[in-house]
């Protein structure tokens, strides 16, 4: 079985573009959540998506939004890109909305913002 | 809020020496307690988990007994091995206060030398 996906695993850009991180969950899993790691230290969260609707929003501004679709992918796009956005973007795949079951987590995408 | 501490690294440990990795937390309900270890380059991954007082998580050698008496989750593992190299996660997930995500804590950074 395929783990959780993300796409690209690295991308370079320029300070005020915007970006889209793309995130397949495992096969069956319900639940996609967004995590922020920055350079030595822990995940912060961002999202989580449960049935395609948003369920959790963590203490990031308006610039970051999220999808999920149908078939339980999601996508993370973050607006007018700062150079501290620069991080390892997370994506966490889970049965349900409960994260204490335990997460998957994909290798992640690797955001530098110049 | 709830917040997970852990010790602060790196830890440098030589082959088959005993690890102990301290984390404490602090919650206002009645959390369950994960371990995530992130290898070079990679995502996270569950390495155990305790969802009650007393409970024991264990994995690949790896064990943590959750104290509720001192919140405490710590990381220990009788033989550490070169291929243990990572960063070490505490993490926590409130049902009360954060339903919906995990916390996690800084990180400890090992390096096992042989």
Same mark, same amino acid.
């Given at each position: 079985d395929a783990g959780v996906t993300q796409s690209p695993t690295h991308l370079i850009k320029t300070r005020g573009q915007q970006v889209t991180l793309r995130c397949s969950p495992i096969s069956g899993h319900k639940s996609v959540s967004w995590y922020q790691q920055v350079l030595g230290q822990g995940p912060q969260f961002i999202f989580q998506y449960y049935e395609k609707e948003e369920r959790g929003r963590g203490n990031? +501004?308006?610039r970051f939004s999220a999808r999920q679709f149908p078939n339980y992918s999601s996508e993370l796009n973050v607006n007018?890109?700062?150079?501290?956005?620069s991080a390892l973007y997370l994506c966490a795949s889970s049965l349900?909305?409960? +994260?204490q079951r335990g997460y998957t987590f994909g290798s992640g995408t690797r955001l530098t913002v110049v | 809020g709830d917040s997970v501490t852990q010790m602060e690294g790196p830890v440098t440990l030589s082959e088959e020496a005993f690890l102990t990795i301290n984390c404490t937390y602090t919650a206002t309900g009645y959390p369950s307690l994960f371990w995530y270890v992130q290898y070079p380059g990679e995502g996270l991954q569950l390495l155990l988990k305790a969802t009650k007082a007393d409970d024991k998580g264990s994995n690949k050698g790896f064990e943590a007994t959750y104290r509720k008496e001192t919140t405490s989750f710590h990381l220990e593992k009788g033989s550490v091995q070169v291929s243990d190299s990572a960063v070490y996660f505490c993490a926590l997930s409130d049902?009360?206060?954060?339903?919906d995500k995990v916390i996690f804590g800084p990180g400890t950074s090992l390096s096992v030398i042989p």
């Open positions: 990031f +501004p308006d007018a890109l700062l150079l501290g956005d349900d909305r409960r +994260p | 049902l009360e206060t954060s339903y």
